[in-house]
């Protein structure tokens, strides 16, 4: 069985919280990692805990998963070995011997670009610099460097032999659909593709393996750095609907706008979800926090639920109710999902 988790507006959507999430709930064999690289910040709580992750699955809450990192993936190897420590998975962290790496010249080549980081809003972790020296092919890979020796493998290999097994794998998007380099506001994006297509490239499945794609929602759209957002309200609007989030990598106020079909719509299209996942309702209605049934969540929020499914043709099967992993409606086996 293979699960796949891709973001459908700007990123940040809460994938981290619903990757967690399902991973405790499914216990996957194997969780991957695609996307970009340490450009992305996934927060991840657990029991009061949280961790803020950028190169390493969210799906590190089961303890016993394997956590891979696919080969599209670029690593900075300072932030993985620091991340693995964190996360105390010393003997279960992999990446593949192809990730590519991002050294201090490439951060240091996008602090110092005037474009990227001023007109762009880049995170200037160095993954576009680095994104282009893979293009150019002179770029360095994990397997050239010796403190990652111990934790290279060969991920497609191990991925798709665990799907040839039976095995349940989850695979972990970053990003989001309109950050994309082909498909997003173009040149307010990031430096690759990583809508589902492309996540199923980093990791190195082929699209006829995919059981089901979940598409990640927030109840309202957010994005940071620059370019186009549609309906953005004010910041003291925001504030009021107590939307304000700080962004995890670079600790900057995320721009807010309402729920946009518009975005949702083509997300869907690029994505073709099984299911969608939204995260976050509990901001819009406060007494949804923490309400795990669908049954029990207040006539208004089950309408923008509903709503959401009539409109995108898609059932909403995940539902976020607060940032801990069990803050969570899981409503697969009454949609008919095993
Ligand atoms: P870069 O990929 O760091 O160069 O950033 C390019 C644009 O994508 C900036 O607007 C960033 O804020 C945005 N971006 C990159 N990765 C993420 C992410 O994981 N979440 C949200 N925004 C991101
Ligand atoms: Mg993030």
Known sequence: MLYLVVDGFFGDTGKGKVISYLAIA???????RGGVGPNAGHTVVIDGNEYKLRQIPSGFVYERSRLLIGPGVLVNPKVFLSEVELTNTYDRVFLDYNCGIIEDIHI???????????????TASGCGAAQSDRALRKLKLAKEIEELEK???DVPLEVNS???NDEYVLVEGTQGTFLSLYHGTYPYVTSKDIIASAILSDVGVGPKKVDEI???????????GGGPLENEMSEEEAAEKNMVEI????????????FNFRYAKRAVMLNTPTQIAITKLDVIYRDTYNVKEFSKLPMEAKRFIENIEETLKIPVTIISTGPDAKSTIDRRKELGFD
């Open 26 to 32: 499914d216990k996957p064999y194997i969780v991957v």
């Open 108 to 122: 240091e080549r996008e602090r110092g670009d005037r474009y990227l980081k001023k007109k762009i809003g880049s």
């Open 151 to 153: 934790y290279l493998t």
């Open 162 to 164: 665990a799907l040839d």
């Open 214 to 224: 979940v598409l990640v929602f927030k109840s309202y759209v957010t994005r940071v």
């Open 247 to 258: 962004a995890t990598v670079t600790g900057r106020k995320r721009r807010v706008a309402p």
